[in-house]
């Protein structure tokens, strides 16, 4: 591998940590009420401008809501922090998203991802942790939308609240969920 890219690579992966390790030392209770605020504005947001979004949170059992960031050359990478929360109990848990894959691709890209849950089996399972790989090819240009699907399938549906972000690629990706154990 060049040095130049293998240089990008490092500087991408510690912008990305310093960010996580920056957030990390604010106090448990501040970073739960953050990513409250946060998780609620783009719930919000989402059910107010779709509505098929606000017919499938109105079914859902439950719904988790993170707030990330993705950039990539040829390698994609990226992360963010959100909450799971069952409307039926009020439970919240508190998670980690990552994200890789490799392929075609340059540029960066923040958005929220709000889950919705058809079951509370499939809600229980999503916080467990777990692998989603999904092949995907979008083009995203300093442009706020949504792309969403209209429906659950395998008992969850995804939609993606893009914010100003540039991001064109074709990648194959890997997400993988877990729970931040400090603040649970």
Same mark, same amino acid.
């Given at each position: 591998?060049?040095?130049?890219?293998?240089?990008?690579? +490092?500087? &991408? /992966?510690?912008? #990305?940590? $310093?960010?996580?390790?920056?957030?990390?030392? @604010?106090?448990?209770?501040? !970073?739960?009420?953050?990513?409250?605020?946060?998780?609620?504005?783009?719930?919000?947001?989402?059910?107010?401008?779709?509505?098929?979004?606000?017919?499938?949170?109105?079914?859902?059992?439950?719904?988790?809501?993170?707030?990330?960031?993705? +950039?990539? &050359? /040829?390698?994609? #990478?990226? $992360?963010?922090?959100?909450?799971?929360?069952? @409307?039926?109990?009020?439970? !919240?848990?508190?998670?980690?998203?990552?994200?890789?894959?490799?392929?075609?691709?340059?540029?960066?890209?923040?958005?929220?991802?709000?889950?919705?849950?058809?079951?509370?089996?499939?809600?229980?399972?999503?916080?467990?942790?777990?692998?989603?790989?999904?092949?995907?090819?979008?083009?995203?240009?300093?442009?706020?939308?949504?792309?969403?699907?209209?429906?659950?399938?395998?008992?969850?549906?995804?939609?993606?609240?893009?914010?100003?972000?540039?991001?064109?690629?074709?990648?194959?990706?890997?997400?993988?969920?877990?729970?931040?154990?400090?603040?649970?």
């Amino acid at each position: 591998m060049p040095i130049k890219r293998c240089m990008i690579y +490092a500087v &991408l /992966l510690s912008l #990305g940590l $310093g960010a996580a390790i920056a957030q990390d030392a @604010k106090p448990a209770a501040e !970073r739960r009420q953050e990513i409250d605020k946060t998780a609620q504005t783009t719930l919000d947001g989402l059910i107010k401008s779709n509505e098929s979004a606000k017919a499938l949170y109105d079914k859902a059992v439950g719904y988790a809501v993170f707030k990330a960031t993705k +950039a990539g &050359l /040829l390698v994609s #990478g990226g $992360g963010g922090t959100g909450v799971a929360v069952n @409307k039926q109990t009020g439970k !919240r848990t508190y998670m980690r998203m990552g994200l890789g894959g490799i392929g075609l691709g340059i540029g960066a890209q923040r958005y929220e991802l709000v889950v919705m849950f058809e079951t509370p089996e499939y809600l229980e399972k999503f916080t467990a942790g777990g692998w989603d790989s999904s092949a995907t090819a979008e083009a995203a240009a300093a442009k706020e939308g949504v792309a969403a699907r209209a429906s659950f399938m395998n008992g969850v549906a995804f939609f993606q609240v893009t914010d100003k972000g540039l991001m064109a690629h074709a990648d194959v990706t890997g997400t993988k969920f877990w729970t931040i154990d400090d603040l649970n």
